[in-house]
């Protein structure tokens, strides 16, 4: 029998990372001596790592050497693991449990479709880890969203035709991704924002159970 994979987003979606990339990249801003705002970190959502040091040296007109791109970008993250390291299930965002334990009794097979290299940590620091079959991460990936490569990698890894693949995201290249891969998206945030997402919700308490069952009869 045909099934349809889950596949999530981690930061904006699962738990709000952002906050703690913000501080480690706004750090090494004012240490190469710039500042770095909320809201230039918006560009950073759903972007890798490589390219958002790009964006930060853009926006505080720094050239860099080879070596010194590939040191910022290890000391941003010795930072970053610092500010997740006390991370634990207070940080999961609301009601994110009730949807995955829902999903999970039902059988529904679940992956992590993530930028982030970090992922496996974070999940397993705030207690969610058991309940994905599949993560891909920034670690299995080689093009980065709006490319559908993390999320068709995630339906091949649960066994599912990447038409039959739903995927929970917040940033517009993730929901540019799910689209691409053919997938059905539905965007966690600001419709004015995610509006080229199939479905829309500020956040999972606004998704009721005949919401889920709906994607679960599509095949
Ligand atoms: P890391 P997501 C993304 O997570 C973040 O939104 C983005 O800001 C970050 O640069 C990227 O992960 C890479 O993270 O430095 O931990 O490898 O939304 O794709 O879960
Ligand atoms: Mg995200």
Redesign the pocket.
């Known amino acids: 029998m045909r099934k349809v994979g889950f596949i999530f ?4 979606v699962i738990v709000d ?2 906050k703690y ?1 913000y501080l480690a990249w706004r750090k090494l801003a004012n240490e190469l001596g710039f500042d770095f705002t909320h809201d230039q970190n918006e560009l ?6 490589k390219r ?1 040091l790009e964006i930060l040296l853009n926006i505080g007109d720094v050239t860099a050497t080879h070596e010194q791109f590939d040191r910022w970008m290890i000391d941003k ?1 010795v930072d ?1 693991l610092e500010y997740i390291e006390n991370m634990d299930a207070s940080e999961i965002l609301p009601d994110v449990p009730r949807v995955l334990k829902y999903l999970k009794e039902r059988d529904m097979p679940i992956a992590l479709g ?6 496996r940590p974070i999940l397993e620091k705030v207690g969610l880890l058991h309940y994905f079959d599949a993560i891909v991460d ?1 670690n299995n990936v080689t093009k980065a969203k709006p490319d559908p490569e993390v999320f068709l990698i995630a339906a091949k890894n649960l066994g599912v035709n990447p038409l039959d693949g739903v995927v929970f995201e ?2 517009v290249a ?1 929901i540019q991704a799910a689209n691409a891969a053919g997938m059905i998206s539905v965007g966690i945030g600001d419709n004015q924002i995610l509006f080229e997402a199939a479905h829309n919700f500020n956040d999972f308490t606004e998704m009721d159970s005949g919401f889920l069952d709906g994607l679960r009869a599509l095949t």
């Open positions: 987003d981690l930061d904006g990372t952002a990339h950073f959502k759903g972007v890798s790592r958002c993250n970053y993530s930028a982030s290299k970090n992922a920034g917040d940033a993730g």
